[in-house]
């Protein structure tokens, strides 16, 4: 079982920077792949960006390469977001999430979920 608290969302204006940490708790986290997802109102929770279990494989959604860069730290069990040049169309709930990746990160399924952390970027 794993638990995961997000945190490092907030408000900030489009070409902000911002950096988003999940923290983990449970004995099995490393050997879970680990992901980001948001969601807008009105629209259905999107997988942003995912990482490999030993940390050398991500994957992004178009919208965000070049922006966003995952990664992981097993020995502090977190996950981390950090986000750059954001736009207006990057605001939502983003969730980390601990999952597995048997076709790839691509498909990305995740198995238990933190509570969101709120990102707004204004215009």
């Known amino acids: 079982q794993v638990q995961l608290v997000e945190s490092g969302g907030g408000l900030v204006q489009a070409g902000g920077s911002l950096r988003l940490s999940c923290a983990a708790s449970?004995?099995?986290?490393?050997?879970?792949?680990m992901g980001w997802f948001r969601q807008a109102p009105g629209k259905e929770r999107e997988l942003v960006a995912a990482?490999?279990?030993?940390?050398?494989?991500?994957y992004y959604i178009d919208s965000v390469k070049g922006r966003f860069t995952i990664s992981r730290d097993n020995a502090k069990s977190a996950v981390y977001l950090q986000m750059i040049s954001l736009e207006p169309e990057d605001t939502g709930l983003y969730y980390c999430?601990?999952?597995?990746?048997?076709?790839?990160?691509?498909?990305?399924?995740?198995?238990?979920w933190g509570q969101g952390t709120q990102v707004t970027v204004s215009s």
């Open positions: 999430a601990a999952g597995t990746n048997p076709d790839g990160l691509e498909r990305f399924s995740a198995v238990h």
């Open positions: 449970g004995r099995t986290f490393s050997r879970f792949a």
């Open positions: 990482i490999s279990w030993g940390g050398h494989n991500t």
